[in-house]
């Protein structure tokens, strides 16, 4: 399984960034996976920002991003989406996503970072003031 993320970049604040994630190799169906976005900044720990159902039918978010950020994925393509706007200093990190078989309880778990199988390699994202 790979996953490999691109767009990461350097923008001033309020900027934007589109960030994709290229599934392959998965053992089931694209659509038989929840994909999530985390970030680490320099001294931090891994953080939750975003979650995709397999389906694309529920999306999460992490409070801190909530309004300005949206997840989405397109089935067709084996590839996901993290469209990043209003961004602020307290953005940069190396975001990650990562991808799980789905269960039932990921409504409920979605945020667990321990839960996620796959994880692509990161890609930096520094916003500047």
């Known amino acids: 399984v790979q996953l490999v993320e691109s767009g990461g970049g350097l923008v001033q604040t309020g900027g934007s960034l589109r960030l994709s994630c290229a599934a392959s190799?998965?053992?089931?169906?694209?659509?038989?996976?929840?994909i999530g976005w985390f970030r680490q900044a320099p001294g931090k720990e891994r953080e939750f920002v975003t979650a995709?159902?397999?389906?694309?039918?529920?999306?999460y978010y992490a409070d801190s991003v909530k309004g300005r950020f949206t997840i989405s994925r397109d089935n067709a393509k084996n590839t996901m989406y993290l469209q990043m706007n209003s961004l602020k200093p307290e953005d940069t990190a190396v975001y990650y996503c990562?991808?799980?078989?789905?269960?039932?309880?990921?409504?409920?778990?979605?945020?667990?970072?321990?839960?996620?199988?796959?994880w692509g390699q990161g890609t930096q994202v520094t916003v500047s003031t």
């Open positions: 190799g998965f053992t089931f169906a694209f659509d038989d996976y929840a």
């Open positions: 995709i159902s397999r389906t694309g039918g529920s999306t």
């Open positions: 990562a991808g799980r078989f789905s269960t039932p309880d990921y409504s409920s778990t979605y945020a667990s970072a321990p839960l996620y199988n796959y």
